[in-house]
């Protein structure tokens, strides 16, 4: 994989990795080359992946990936594809090597949305696993596909239920449930005002719903009435 390697250090640029690496604490910043995650990188990923479409495919077999921006241009990759078991396949062999925040949020391949019900399961699954990216993977696309007429209340449950000490886990379920409060208020206030969640999720999720412009001026004060601890 040297010749990747080689393409993906042309775009480096040292005083963004210095100031990426500060955004992105769980990763050495060794591990870290500096590229912009930007059209020119999009760019180089579509063209290695139509010009040289054995060497990408020999890419996704070589995990473990040493590199922050190879795990981005693997995610890439992924996306490219159009049918959705294989894409399902080349994720599900990705997500537990996932060891930050920016790569787990930022890998949306397409064909997800257009096949929501074969999502769903997955997204279960993902939810229910012991690794803490793999769950944020599932939380963000629970948030992402699910909140609008898909909706159900037993998807609550499902964010309602994930025990971690994990701080990129609760902050996307704080995330998750601002997001429903915006689209879904009068079923997730009820998860609020019930207090059924961890103290720290529950006091983060009201934050970020505070922040939301889609949260009434109303709803804002009244949330933050059920803030734990006031």
Not at 48 to 53: L, M, V
Not at 73 to 90: P, R
Not at 100 to 127: E, H, Q, R
Not at 190 to 212: G, L, M, R
């Amino acid at each position: 994989m040297a010749d990747i390697k080689d393409k993906l250090f042309l775009l480096q640029d040292l005083k963004y990795r210095d100031f990426i690496s500060g955004l992105i604490p769980t990763i050495d910043k060794k591990r870290i080359i500096g590229i912009r995650q930007n059209a020119e990188f999009k760019k180089l990923a579509k063209k290695i992946w139509k010009d040289s479409s054995e060497e990408a495919l020999l890419f996704l077999k070589d995990l473990p990936h040493y590199y922050y921006e190879e795990n981005n241009l693997h995610a890439l990759f992924i996306e490219q594809g159009k049918d959705f078991d294989e894409v399902m396949n080349l994720t599900e062999e990705f997500l537990p090597y996932i060891d930050n925040w920016a790569t787990c949020d930022s890998f949306l391949p397409k064909v997800f949305g257009k096949n929501l019900n074969k999502l769903y399961p997955k997204i279960i699954n993902w939810i229910n696993s012991d690794k803490p990216y793999v769950i944020r993977y599932g939380i963000g696309m629970l948030m992402r596909y699910y909140l609008d007429e898909l909706f159900d209340l037993k998807m609550l449950d499902l964010v309602i239920n994930i025990s971690s000490d994990h701080y990129y886990v609760n902050m996307m379920r704080a995330w998750y449930f601002a997001t429903a409060l915006a689209k879904q208020y009068d079923s997730t206030v009820k998860v609020i005002e019930s207090k059924c969640i961890d103290t720290w999720t529950h006091n983060k999720a009201i934050q970020k719903a505070i922040e939301s412009r889609r949260i009434t001026d109303e709803q804002k004060k009244y949330l933050k009435m059920l803030k734990i601890g006031n």
